[in-house]
């Protein structure tokens, strides 16, 4: 079976402009999470879907937004971009969005933002 | 809240030799724990994970970590560390929930 896929691998943007990524998990799961790491630093979570529904948001500015789709792909925005914005975005997928103990979460390769 | 600290940035160790990766966490009530281990242009893959009960935990790759409540602590162990361990490992506490908190990481290099 595919794991998750993030598209696209590497982008290059400037200041001010908006930025789409996406994410397709794995077959069957319906809970994605975005993370974003810094170079140097571990991930940072910035979002959880679940059945489309926004599950948690970790501490990032409004710029930063976020959907699933009925497939339960998801994207992730990022408006009005500043330099400190470059990073690593993971995406990760689980079954179930779990109230209790942690899912296993399954992480894509990321995309590699960088602003200029 | 919630926070991991991993007090080693990089360690070096020789091909066949022993490996403790330190991990330290902060959180109020029982802590979800997690290693992971990312590979350079990959994807951070789950290692081992600690919920509850035995508070040694086996995982992929022959590691093995140990949960001890009282020292807050949660280190990954290898006995014999082969060259394709070399990666940067990631220790992760949940509260509930997917949100993962995680460390800064620790960079293994091995030495032939």
């Known amino acids: 079976d595919a794991g998750v896929t993030q598209s696209p691998t590497h982008l290059i943007k400037t200041r001010g402009q908006h930025v789409t990524l996406r994410c397709s998990p794995i077959s069957g799961h319906k809970s994605v999470s975005w993370y974003q790491q810094v170079l140097g630093q571990g991930p940072q979570f910035i979002f959880q879907?679940?059945?489309?529904?926004?599950?948690g948001r970790g501490n990032f500015p409004d710029r930063f937004s976020a959907r699933q789709f009925p497939n339960y792909s998801s994207e992730l925005n990022v408006n009005a971009l500043l330099l400190g914005d470059s990073a690593l975005y993971l995406c990760a997928s689980s079954l179930e969005a779990s109230g209790g103990a942690p899912d296993t979460q399954y992480f894509g390769p990321g995309t590699r933002l960088t602003v200029l | 809240a919630q926070s991991v600290t991993q007090p080693d940035i990089h360690i070096t160790v020789s091909e066949g030799a022993s490996l403790e990766l330190r991990c330290n966490y902060s959180?109020?009530?029982?802590?979800?724990l997690f290693w992971y281990v990312q590979s350079p242009g990959q994807g951070l893959q789950l290692l081992l994970k600690?919920?509850?009960?035995?508070?040694l935990v086996q995982g992929i790759k022959g590691f093995e970590a140990e949960f001890k409540r009282s020292q807050s602590s949660f280190n990954l162990r290898k006995p014999s560390v082969h060259w394709s361990d070399a990666a940067e490992y990631f220790c992760?506490?949940?509260?509930?929930?997917?949100?993962?908190?995680f460390g800064t990481g620790t960079q293994l290099k091995v030495e032939l």
């Open positions: 600690y919920f509850s009960g035995d508070t």
């Open positions: 879907y679940y059945e489309k529904e926004e599950r």
């Open positions: 992760a506490v949940g509260g509930g929930g997917n949100k993962l908190t």
């Open positions: 959180y109020g009530a029982t802590p979800y």
